[in-house]
């Protein structure tokens, strides 16, 4: 089945510093994939849509400028937390989605801590 | 717009015991529905969805869910459930345009030995 591949699972970085989370689709392409955010036993928030090629669409609330997406090829999209604070310490998942089958795969996930 | 519904925030079944997870979505057009677990610290892993065709959609490690139209609903069933399926279930909506999945909140599933 499709697999979608997220590093690191783990990251520990400074207050002020940036961070950046990858995403692959492994065995099929994804000209569109999705960056959610998920608080401790609550549901997962959309952040934004990435497209391949062109600029990710952000959900409204989300800083574009903090949160930086880029989608340069077709398995591979980009998630760059910068100038990190402990209040962006929070789980971030991402998905990709098989125009074929019309399912959704989603990466391993990524904790954040910013201390 | 899209939404989903998930009334329950916890559901405790003995090992052994059948289980439903309930949900309900709200939608324009066509539903494109799914079911997701999460156990602590991971990635959702697919259960199964629902695009067209036959009402009841079996999928992964025995789960099983129906789509009722007339009630939107789309509940997660297992007949016996397992200690090991406790975790945490997300019902999510999706479109034919393949926008982002909306996700409910969540409901936690907790199987007693």
């Known amino acids: 089945g499709a697999v979608v591949s997220q590093h690191p699972s783990r990251v520990i970085c400074k207050s002020g510093t940036s961070v950046k989370i990858e995403c692959r689709s492994l065995d099929f392409q994804a000209t569109t994939m999705f960056w959610y955010r998920q608080f401790p036993k609550q549901s997962l928030m959309l952040m934004a849509t990435?497209?391949?090629?062109?600029?990710?669409?952000?959900e409204q609330g989300v800083e574009k400028d903090k949160f930086l997406i880029n989608h340069a090829s077709l398995t591979l999209s980009t998630l760059t937390v910068t100038s990190a604070h402990p209040e962006d310490s929070s789980f971030y998942i991402c998905s990709a989605r098989e125009s074929a089958t019309y399912g959704y795969t989603f990466g391993s996930g990524t904790r954040l801590t910013v201390v | 717009a899209q939404s989903v519904a998930q009334p329950e925030d916890q559901v405790n079944v003995a090992e052994g015991n059948p289980l439903t997870v309930k949900c309900t979505y709200s939608v324009s057009g066509n539903p494109y529905l799914f079911w997701y677990v999460q156990y602590p610290n991971r990635g959702l892993q697919f259960l199964l969805k629902y695009i067209t065709g036959d009402n009841l959609v079996k999928g992964s490690y025995g789960f099983e869910a129906e789509f009722n139209k007339s009630q939107t609903s789309f509940h997660l069933k297992k007949p016996s459930a397992l200690v090991s399926d406790s975790a945490l279930y997300f019902c999510?909506?999706?479109?034919?345009?393949?926008?982002?999945?909306?996700f409910g909140k969540g409901t936690t599933l907790s199987v007693s030995s």
């Open positions: 990435s497209n391949e090629g062109s600029k990710a669409t952000y």
């Open positions: 999510a909506v999706g479109n034919q345009a393949g926008t982002a999945l909306i």
